[in-house]
């Protein structure tokens, strides 16, 4: 693809996804992303701890893509919030773009690689609504997979060292960024494994491979050992629990049936079905091709469903990550058939046809880019432009140690979540809330229980002058409520009414009360 090309494409999409953004990052991943960012700034390495964010104090979360969001803000001079917001969607076009030339590889034509670049960027769900949730490390980690898979392919192939130092690279990579991308490369590792194998015809060929693989699992097994034994020193011990404490529960890793049913999936599956009939039917490397994927798909799907063989599913990774990741098979197999559609055609051969077919996909980008500029969910946006606002009244009118109850709701299971501008907070001001960030749950369960039991109060709608609730208050050390534009459980009509609380604040749809003694 010429240089030209490349510019225009990944700014044209990078343009699409900054139409999408809002003031601050969106949902509940966001908070904690920006938090743990934060920390890394603070002490300018790894955090040992989430204080003070939550009163945790093992810390095993990725931290791959925080570090790059603390270094960037470092250097740029904005705000991690602002940081993660513009890297999150320059991640985004990533994504999309570093599928083009494992495509272009596979297929063998700039059209089709295009068209796997295209699929994702303006056609499919995904990984566009990924700013909807703030899923950035998931997101990070997918920028890396198509080139991660690309290397391990050229180290398995071709066995040079600088081959095998790549592969061993960017698998390292992947594991410091989001455990469950690396997850779905050892999938793909093990299908490219199992269908090179049945394939080979000779034996030493087959152990010659195995002997590539293995040295690039070592390589990155070697890049992540500092990482690796901060997990065996903080979650893998004891081994003697593991089996119960990695364990999942079914509704985890439930089907998510009903996002396949949203626009730009359904028809995409559907498209890459038909890609993979093409490709299969015209054989050569589109078969061989065609076949890797759907046979990377079929280990996964089992891999992420042991109930099959009677084994319990795990919380490091499940059905839902798997789903919002499905973008990238289904583009390499459309790409694939097109690929195949046109080398079934010899006037599809020429080069004018491959000019020809150029354009139709990017008419095609054209066409559909307009329909992905609304794809934020309203549900996801906790924190408006008045809430921003009155964070900075926050951090000049309120002494550094005030304590503000924010309105709360049940998120995953039982791990509580704000629901408003609220939640940001501790982020923006210094100042603590009611709410910590959801990894508060890696806290002693004497503190998981308070966290929990004073979110179940809030949830429940209080009320303001009950005895119980004023309690509560007072063993929180609470000097204020916030009630942000989105609301929640908390009353505001009855907070504005009780003789225990003055209000200090009230602007663009935000409320702020001082507890009274």
Not at 87 to 99: E, I, K, P, R, S
Not at 109 to 126: D, H, I, N, Q, Y
Not at 480 to 486: N, P, S
């Amino acid at each position: 693809m010429p240089v030209a090309h490349c510019v225009i494409s990944f700014g044209f999409i990078l343009g699409l996804r900054f139409l999408q953004i809002h003031s601050l990052p969106l949902w509940v991943d966001s908070v904690h992303h920006a938090a743990i960012a934060r920390l890394i700034l603070a002490q300018g390495g790894l955090p040992e701890s989430y204080r003070p964010f939550a009163e945790a104090d093992q810390v095993y979360y990725h931290l791959g893509y925080h570090v790059a969001v603390a270094v960037l803000a470092r250097l740029s001079g904005f705000s991690v919030e602002q940081t993660m917001l513009w890297f999150g969607q320059a991640l985004n076009a990533l994504a999309c773009f570093t599928l083009y030339p494992l495509a272009a590889a596979w297929t063998g034509r700039r059209s089709a690689a295009l068209l796997a670049v295209v699929v994702p960027g303006t056609l499919s769900l995904m990984p566009a609504y990924y700013v909807t949730w703030g899923r950035y490390t998931q997101l990070a980690a997918l920028v890396l997979l198509p080139l991660a898979m690309l290397a391990y392919q050229r180290a398995a192939e071709q066995g040079r060292r600088i081959d095998l130092l790549a592969a061993a690279i960017a698998a390292g990579l992947l594991f410091w960024v989001h455990y469950r991308v690396t997850f779905f490369f050892a999938t793909f590792v093990a299908a490219y494994l199992l269908l090179h194998s049945l394939t080979a015809g000779d034996m030493r060929k087959a152990v010659a491979l195995l002997r590539r693989t293995a040295a690039v699992a070592a390589g990155a097994l070697l890049l992540a050992a500092p990482w690796l034994w901060r997990l065996w020193t903080t979650i893998l011990q004891p081994l003697d629990t593991l089996a119960v404490r990695f364990a999942g529960n079914d509704d985890y890793n439930a089907v998510p049936f009903d996002l396949f049913e949203r626009p730009g999936m359904t028809w995409l599956i559907v498209a890459a079905g038909v890609g993979a009939l093409i490709a299969l039917w015209r054989g050569g490397r589109f078969r061989r091709y065609s076949a890797l994927v759907l046979l990377w798909v079929a280990i996964t799907a089992v891999a992420l469903n042991p109930g099959v063989f009677g084994a319990r599913p795990t919380w490091i990774v499940n059905n839902f990550s798997a789903a919002i990741a499905l973008y990238v098979p289904e583009a390499l197999l459309i790409a694939l058939g097109l690929a195949a559609l046109a080398d079934a055609v010899p006037r599809m051969r020429t080069g004018r046809a491959e000019t020809v077919m150029q354009a139709a996909v990017v008419v095609l980008a054209l066409v559909t880019a307009p329909a992905m500029i609304d794809i934020v969910n309203p549900v996801t946006v906790l924190a408006e432009q008045s809430d921003v606002d009155a964070m900075a009244w926050i951090r000049h009118n309120t002494p550094p140690d005030a304590v503000f109850a924010v309105n709360e709701r049940r998120w995953q299971g039982q791990t509580y979540m704000g629901s408003d501008g609220g939640y940001w907070i501790t982020n923006l001001t210094g100042r603590r809330t009611t709410m910590p960030i959801v990894f508060y749950t890696q806290g002693t369960p004497e503190y998981v229980a308070r966290v929990n039991t004073l979110a179940r109060q809030i949830e429940a709608g209080p009320d303001p002058d009950d005895p119980p609730w004023l309690a509560a208050l007072r063993d929180w050390g609470v000097t204020h409520v916030y009630i942000g534009v989105k609301g929640g459980a908390l009353p505001l009509d009855r907070f504005e009414a009780s003789p225990h609380y003055r209000q200090v604040y009230a602007a663009g749809g935000v409320h702020i009360f001082t507890v009274q003694p």
